[in-house]
């Protein structure tokens, strides 16, 4: 398959109306690394450090976390990588941690929660980042943030972790972005200065739709009972697009959704212009958005929601159909 996209690798998502949306794969192994070359995304948008940490049957040292991110960092060349901090608990536990019987593990005790109440592993985390870009740029970003003061109190343990690590005579990153991910319905509602304050921002649409519509995304039952293009959720999106453009903060999305070519228009004729994917989706979602009109999609998504569909699919289909 990513041999029939070849002849557009290295060529822009650039749409009829010459819009660019960038394209980044999504990646947690080392064994992903490969792909950021023959995919052609310009980055790795989302680093699922928490697959490293599933693998063992212990809590890996500070210097092996080093030595991983560090590995990932040279396979990358100087393109970007998005390290996501650890988003563990709950469901995802890790066999040497005690598990935590947790009646909603979804709603639990997970991710930047335990990251801010038990900060021994992020910490270590975080100074392994840094250790491990010795002098280069470095981007962090914090799962499953609902609300601004998780997001304050997480870029303070970056703050402390930098001057330790200075202390200590590390050389520190030549940048360092950090930035959260839009999972919850609640921090899309967060005050105008959470979006002024934040260095970037990344839509797991995972999560956000499975809050969102209250569906469990690992309940077979229930968990393709809504469309992502209902109009509810595209609003909802919509509205975090122009958060964003008003406070010129960069956006992105990384759920599986920005890989499903007719999700990814839609994402990017309500406005978004960077999507993370899984690196064999690249090929499909560029082809698609090379051919396409984003401001007719745009015009059909309008028209839908003024008729009142409940999804934006079947009208976006039959443009599509009618396009050949
Ligand atoms: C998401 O929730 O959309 C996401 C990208 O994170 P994960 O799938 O790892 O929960
Ligand atoms: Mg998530």
Same mark, same amino acid.
């Given at each position: ?81 998005? *390290? ?104 899309? *509602? ?135």
């Amino acid at each position: 398959a990513q041999q029939r996209y070849a002849s557009i690798r290295d060529k822009p998502a650039e749409t009829l109306d010459g819009q660019t949306v960038a394209l980044h794969m999504n990646a947690g192994l080392m064994a992903d690394l490969p792909s950021l070359e023959s995919s052609g995304a310009e980055g790795v948008g989302l680093f699922r450090t928490e697959l490293q940490f599933l693998v063992r049957n212990k809590m890996p040292k500070r210097s092996e976390l080093v030595a991983l991110y560090a590995r990932v960092l040279d396979a990358a060349h100087g393109k970007r990588v998005i *390290f996501r901090t650890l988003d563990i608990g709950s469901d995802k536990v890790l066999p040497y941690m005690k598990p935590n019987d947790e009646p909603n593990p979804a709603l639990g005790w997970r991710a930047i929660r335990v990251g801010l109440d038990k900060p021994g592993v992020m910490r270590m985390q975080l100074q392994a980042l840094i250790r491990a870009a010795d002098g280069r740029p470095l981007t962090v970003m914090f799962p499953f943030v609902a609300q601004f003061e998780e997001y304050r109190a997480a870029r303070a343990e970056v703050d402390k972790t930098i001057a330790r690590e200075k202390r200590l005579g590390h050389r520190l990153p030549e940048n360092i972005e950090i930035g959260a991910m839009l999972e919850t319905p609640s921090l899309a *509602f967060a005050p105008q200065k959470f979006f002024d304050e934040v260095g970037f921002l990344s839509i797991g649409g995972n999560d956000l739709k499975q809050f969102f519509f209250a569906a469990d995304r690992e309940n077979e039952r229930v968990r393709r009972r809504y469309d992502t293009l209902n109009v509810s959720f595209l609003s909802l999106i919509e509205q975090i697009v122009e958060r964003c453009d008003r406070s010129g903060t960069p956006l992105s999305f990384c759920g599986e959704d920005a890989g499903r070519p007719i999700e990814a228009l839609c994402l990017a004729a309500i406005g978004l212009r960077s999507l993370s994917m899984r690196p064999a989706s690249i090929g499909p979602v560029k082809s698609l958005l090379r051919r396409a009109d984003l401001g007719e999609v745009r015009k059909i998504i309008s028209d839908a929601r003024h008729r009142g569909d409940q999804s934006v699919r079947p009208a976006v289909m039959d443009y599509l159909r009618d396009q050949g």
